[in-house]
């Protein structure tokens, strides 16, 4: 399919974040910071963060041209339902490297239930249901929780990215897009063009789509000083019929990383509306409800 209004460029260099997720972790006794438990997922809410700068030199595509890729990325799994995945979560930042077996699930437009189940942290349960955000230790069963409709996941990943984001991404989604102008151009070979959709007053979403624009590969949150505020690489793309879903998801900063990979996916499968609100250890055994996958789910990959 030919890209109205772009051009080809050479593929651009790293933007300095391409760090993977860690490779080897060390073990819980050499970081002391681990025994605090849950109190680590609690840090700060806000924090600021250094970025690389990145550089966007491109064309304005006419009207038609930015319409017709809007539509082309407003499509990518237009109609997909709820999700639910387990699978393994490796983060890495200042504080250190650890990763977790995780369950996941969400249902559009703002709800998400994460349960760490195993690994170098200890058992615990993060979930939105569009005005509550809850933070649970499931061995204690003590529940934090504060409203928001689209709360930061920062005590969590590390990253300023919100519920709202984390959906689309996980979706194969791009987060929400500018509405300004967009430039357009072809990198390497032509199976790949990089998008900038700008932002009134700087900045603005970068993505780099494939040529049929159904699987992103890249998308980047540029700050209205041209630097980086966070990434996504998309990776590993599963057929889960209707749908084409990225297995591999790595969100990333300059200082922080959160790497998801997949292990196995269901799709639009049926989900208690209770599963999206945390209370005490009554609710306990909604976490088993969650990371227990369903035998005969024809959608499990």
């Known amino acids: 399919m030919r890209r109205l209004g772009a051009r080809r460029i050479d593929p651009e260099p790293s933007d300095g974040c391409g760090r993977k997720g860690p490779s080897v972790l060390k073990s819980a006794g050499q970081r002391p910071w681990l025994r605090t438990g849950i109190a680590f997922l609690a840090l700060a809410w806000f924090c600021g963060c250094a970025a690389a700068p990145l550089q966007t030199r491109a064309p304005a595509l006419a009207p038609q041209a930015s319409a017709a890729w809007r539509a082309r990325l407003d499509a990518i799994n237009l109609n997909l339902g709820t999700l639910k995945l387990i699978g393994r979560l ?3 930042g200042a504080q250190g490297q650890y990763t977790a077996r995780v369950a996941w699930a969400m249902a559009p437009p703002d709800r998400l ?3 760490l189940l195993a690994g170098l942290l200890p058992s615990a349960s993060l979930a939105s249901d569009g005005r509550h955000f809850y933070l649970r230790e499931n061995n204690s069963g003590q529940v934090r929780s504060r409203t928001a409709s689209n709360p930061s996941l920062e005590p969590i990943l590390g990253l300023d990215v919100t ?3 984390l959906l689309q991404i996980m979706a194969g989604r791009p987060p929400h897009l500018p509405n300004g102008k967009v430039r ?16 009134p007053w700087g900045g603005g979403v970068r993505v780099v789509v494939s040529s049929d624009g159904r699987e992103l590969s890249r998308v980047e949150m540029v700050a209205p000083d041209g630097s980086l505020s966070w990434r996504v690489a998309y990776s590993d793309y599963r057929s889960v019929p209707p749908y084409r879903l990225p297995a591999g998801i790595e969100i990333a900063d300059e200082s922080e990383s959160c790497t998801l990979r ?3 996916i ?28 369903a035998s005969d789910d024809r959608h499990g990959k």
């Open 184 to 199: 357009a151009s072809i990198l390497g070979t032509g199976e790949q063009t990089m998008l900038f959709f700008e932002k």
């Open 266 to 293: 269901w799709v639009d499968a049926p989900l208690d509306a209770g599963i999206f609100i945390l209370t005490g250890p009554r609710n306990r055994d909604r976490v088993q409800t969650l990371s227990g996958a």
């Open 90 to 92: 490796d983060l890495a």
């Open 262 to 264: 997949v292990d196995r």
């Open 113 to 115: 239930r994460i349960d």
């Open 163 to 165: 519920v709202g984001d």
